[in-house]
């Protein structure tokens, strides 16, 4: 995962939509892909070989049950997760739930996006655009049943 630098107040956000979620230590990201235990000297060598980007948190939108920020331009990160996952087919981006995987950062989930996007794109417009670098990835783990903390930052070296 791609982890959000200065995620205040989108934090705030995610603290009100999924308190679970910000509790059990998951910080505000993009997700990548989840290659996790032995995978992470293969993960540590992809990662040093691709370059660092950049890319702005755009604007908010939703889904049925979601409500995210859209990362703009999506390329690198298309790229990326593409990359990724021909890698490491054992791990499908979000367990192969979903044809097409959109890059995003989600600001809430288990919630009636549509009717909430509204109200959070009012709150969020003064810090959006927001700036963001993608020097390294994040390798979470989990270290209790509703705990998970990072394991390890491979740096894109590229």
């Known amino acids: 995962m791609i982890v959000i630098d200065d995620g205040e107040p989108f934090d705030e956000v995610r603290r009100e939509l999924m308190p679970a979620v910000v509790a059990a230590g998951i910080p505000f990201h993009v997700t990548l892909l989840g290659p996790f235990g032995e995978l992470a000297d293969e993960a540590r060598a992809f990662f040093a070989g691709r370059a660092p980007f950049e ?5 908010v939108a939703a889904w049925p049950e979601v409500v995210y920020l ?18 490491f087919p ?12 959109i890059p995003h950062a989600t600001l809430g989930e288990d919630v009636d996006g549509p009717a909430v996007r509204g109200k959070i794109e ?10 963001c670098q993608a020097r390294d990835v994040s390798l979470l783990e ?5 705990r ?5 930052r491979f740096a894109l070296g590229g």
């Open 122 to 131: 009012r709150r969020l417009a003064p810090y959006l655009p927001h700036w």
């Open 70 to 87: 859209v990362p703009e331009p999506e390329d690198e990160l298309q790229a990326c997760m593409a990359a990724l996952f021909a890698r």
């Open 142 to 146: 989990r270290f209790a049943s509703d």
């Open 90 to 101: 054992q791990w499908p981006p979000y367990r192969g739930r979903h044809d097409d995987v």
């Open 148 to 152: 998970w903390r990072e394991r390890e």
């Open 55 to 59: 890319f702005l948190l755009t604007r």
